[in-house]
């Protein structure tokens, strides 16, 4: 099966995204933030919400230079393994726009913590 690159928007790294003086990059922005937001009311297991169990996952997300996650794993401690499977599922369907420098969009790594929250 043949496989293609994806480029990155021609709009993805904007001038005024790049402190022309330092060549500075810009950290990854996470696009579908509302997507998220749904997918971790929809992700956080009834069960732990009923016994009152939450909590905050660090997902570190390896973003490419066209903005797709590349890979997804667990920063700091353990936790709830329910919770953090639910994370690392929400955190594979995120989509930014890349850090860029001054020679364009680049891959990076963003430490993004998704908390859980206790309703009710």
Not at 26 to 46: F, G, S
Not at 59 to 82: E, F, H, I, S
């Amino acid at each position: 099966m043949a496989t293609t690159a994806q480029r990155a928007p021609a709009d993805a790294c904007p001038d005024s995204a790049v402190s022309r003086e330092s060549g500075v990059a810009t950290e990854p922005k996470l696009l579908n933030a509302r997507t998220v937001n749904r997918l971790m009311e929809d992700a956080y297991p009834d069960s732990l919400q009923q016994k009152g169990v939450g909590g905050r996952v660090l997902v570190l997300v390896a973003v490419g230079k066209d903005g797709t996650v590349q890979n997804v794993r667990l920063g700091g401690n353990p936790g709830v393994r329910p919770l953090n499977e639910a994370a690392l599922r929400i955190a594979r369907r995120m989509r930014f726009r890349p850090a860029c420098s001054n020679h364009g969009p680049v891959a990076a790594i963003v430490p993004i913590p998704l908390d859980f929250q206790v309703h009710g």
